[in-house]
């Protein structure tokens, strides 16, 4: 089966613009989360979104957005970009979120690499 | 605030060797770990994951144990092999609050 697609796989932006990352997660999963990996950070939670709500949240300014829809499919969205963005995005779908439980293993798309100009 | 640590930050071994990867994590009250690993330029894979209420969890050749009260856990790779390269992550859930360690950089040499 498909795994977990993320769309664009590479992007370049400038300062204060906004930017849009999509998340297709495996059939059936209903649970999609983002998180942002950067060098000096390192891997950090922003936000998990389960049948089109948005559950639980990093601790990441508003400029960090995301939705999802009706078939699991989720977006997020930086606004006014600025440097400090530049990272690889990650988003991991499970069946049912609560990554906790061993019947919900996480699987990790490949990653958005941004870049922030 | 949940602080957890990997210790070595990088680490070579020639391959066939048994290695232990360490994770540390601040606040025991933890509701699981999840040990994953990660290819360069790529996603995570998850490896194990240990409940609060276990002790180890066993894949092949990798065993990971949880010791909530010392606030650590271990990973264990058994005959090391080249293909084992790829950095390891540990990652702990205070319930809604995941935290990543940084990871160790594992270089298996043939």
């Known amino acids: 089966k498909a795994g977990v697609t993320q769309t664009p796989r590479y992007l370049i932006k400038t300062r204060g613009q906004q930017v849009t990352l999509s998340c297709s997660p495996i059939s059936g999963h209903r649970s999609v989360s983002w998180y942002q990996q950067t060098p000096g950070q390192g891997l950090q939670f922003l936000f998990e979104?389960?049948?089109?709500?948005?559950?639980n949240k990093g601790n990441f300014p508003g400029r960090f957005s995301g939705r999802q829809f009706s078939n699991s499919r989720s977006e997020m969205n930086v606004s006014t970009l600025e440097l400090g963005d530049s990272a690889l995005y990650l988003c991991?779908?499970?069946?049912?979120?609560?990554?906790?439980?061993?019947?919900?293993?996480?699987?990790f798309g490949a990653g958005s690499r941004l870049t922030v100009l | 605030k949940q602080e957890v640590t990997q210790i070595p930050a990088a680490l070579s071994v020639p391959e066939g060797e048994n290695l232990v990867l360490n994770c540390s994590f601040t606040?025991?009250?933890?509701?699981?770990l999840q040990w994953f690993r990660q290819d360069p330029g790529k996603g995570l894979t998850s490896l194990l994951l240990i409940q609060s209420s276990q002790r180890e969890q066993t894949s092949g050749r990798l065993n990971a144990s949880l010791d909530k009260s010392s606030g650590r856990s271990t990973l264990y790779i058994a005959a090391s092999q080249p293909g084992d390269s790829a950095t390891y992550l540990c990652?702990?859930?205070?319930?809604?609050?995941?935290?990543f360690g940084a990871g160790t950089r594992l270089t298996v040499k043939p």
């Open positions: 991991a779908s499970s069946l049912t979120g609560r990554w906790s439980s061993g019947a919900n293993v996480l699987t």
């Open positions: 979104y389960f049948s089109e709500t948005q559950r």
């Open positions: 606040d025991s009250a933890i509701y699981n």
């Open positions: 990652a702990v859930d205070n319930n809604n609050d995941m935290r």
